[in-house]
């Protein structure tokens, strides 16, 4: 019998519960350990979820002999640190997006995985939500004819934490944050076709006083096989969570709502305990959504993962495609700031893409 692929998770975060959910659902995954620097959160995230170990320190998480494969669910910045760590230790990784913070991190994640012989693999759910799954299914069917056109938006009303709002740590704002779900979805429906160019326009509208970051971005992308693609982000929409696509094809066209149409229509005069992430209100009407993590993807991206480590098979998004995305949100930010189309490839020796569009001391 095949033993469990063991499993540790650095980070406590809105974002490693799902990662724990998700594993605990996975039959092939036994969750070891976490690693938290906070004091307290490792022990009573373990706790919560029945994980056997906790650490403060992840390096003591990372010497455990019997670990396989660690999760990292930590801010931006600390993301090439944590994974060029975990491959010297031998540990194969799973990096939440975006993938690190500038183009010579990702460059040295990659090459580290490299000489370590691990595999660094690029947590991207909207590759695995089965509703979009299923459009990228039509659309290589040819039900939908070639591709000309396609969308893709994520809006709520801003991030759990507060690292994301600091661009020190985040290395920008909402297209940092959620435009890179937009890119590899793109790229993924489009079997890594590559991006040619990139406009965007951003925007401070309603934030400011949180961060320098944008909290509203439009993206355009151009494609070598003459496919556009249109990301639309934010941080400023209220009511709840929400992420939709569009797929144009030259014999057809496909809608999916992500949320809204596996939800339950609600109205209550009380309110209730949880309607979807960033809700913020149940009184009145909303959308009560059930197995969220399994809509968004978790699930399966994890699963999928568990056994590329355990039967030794290529992940459907790996670091290589996290620099790739990463190298179009800089292209981004420097379009942001011209008010021109930026062609790739683009190469930049800046810390963070935010100082393209907006460096420290300019308002």
Not at 47 to 76: C, K, M, S
Not at 293 to 320: I, K, S
Not at 329 to 335: K, L
Request: glycine share 8%.
């Amino acid at each position: 019998m095949t033993q469990p692929v063991r499993v540790g998770l650095i980070g406590s975060r809105f974002i490693s519960s799902i990662h724990a959910e998700s594993l605990q659902r996975c039959a092939a995954a036994e969750l070891v350990a976490v690693a938290s620097p906070t004091p307290g959160h490792a022990e009573a995230f373990a706790r919560r979820f029945g994980i056997p170990r906790h650490f403060t320190d992840y390096r003591e998480l990372l010497a455990l002999p019997e670990l396989e494969l660690v999760v990292g669910g930590v801010p931006n910045h600390l993301h090439c640190a944590v994974a060029v760590d975990a491959a010297r230790a031998g540990k194969h990784v799973v990096m939440e997006k975006p993938l690190c913070l500038n183009l010579a991190e990702a460059d040295r994640m990659i090459a580290a995985a490299r000489e370590a012989n691990v595999k660094l693999m690029y947590a991207e759910e909207l590759c695995f939500a089965p509703k979009y799954v299923r459009v990228k299914q039509l659309l290589d069917s040819g039900a939908l004819g070639y591709p000309t056109l396609l969308k893709q938006s994520e809006k709520h009303d801003g991030p759990h934490a507060p690292h994301f709002w600091d661009v020190e740590q985040s290395g920008g704002g909402v297209t940092m944050d959620m435009g890179c779900h937009a890119i590899q979805f793109f790229r993924w429906l489009l079997n890594g076709a590559r991006v040619t160019s990139v406009y965007a326009q951003m925007g401070t509208h309603v934030h400011r006083d949180k961060t320098r970051g944008e909290d509203n971005a439009l993206l355009i992308l151009e494609f070598e096989n003459g496919v556009t693609a249109l990301a639309e982000e934010s941080w400023t929409k209220h009511g709840g969570m929400d992420d939709r696509a569009e797929v144009y094809g030259s014999k057809g066209v496909a809608y999916a709502d992500l949320l809204h149409g596996n939800a339950i229509e609600t109205y209550s005069l009380e309110g209730y305990d949880y309607a979807v992430e960033k809700a913020g209100s149940t009184r009145g009407w909303s959308f009560t959504i059930y197995e969220e993590a399994w809509n968004y993807g978790f699930h399966q991206e994890m699963a999928h993962f568990v056994d590329c480590v355990q039967h030794d098979r290529p992940p459907l998004v790996t670091g290589e495609d996290g620099r790739v995305v990463l190298e179009v949100i800089f292209a981004a930010y420097e379009s942001a700031r011209t008010g021109r189309k930026v062609r790739l490839p683009f190469t930049t020796d800046v810390a963070k893409p935010i100082d393209l569009w907006r460096p420290e001391g300019r308002a």
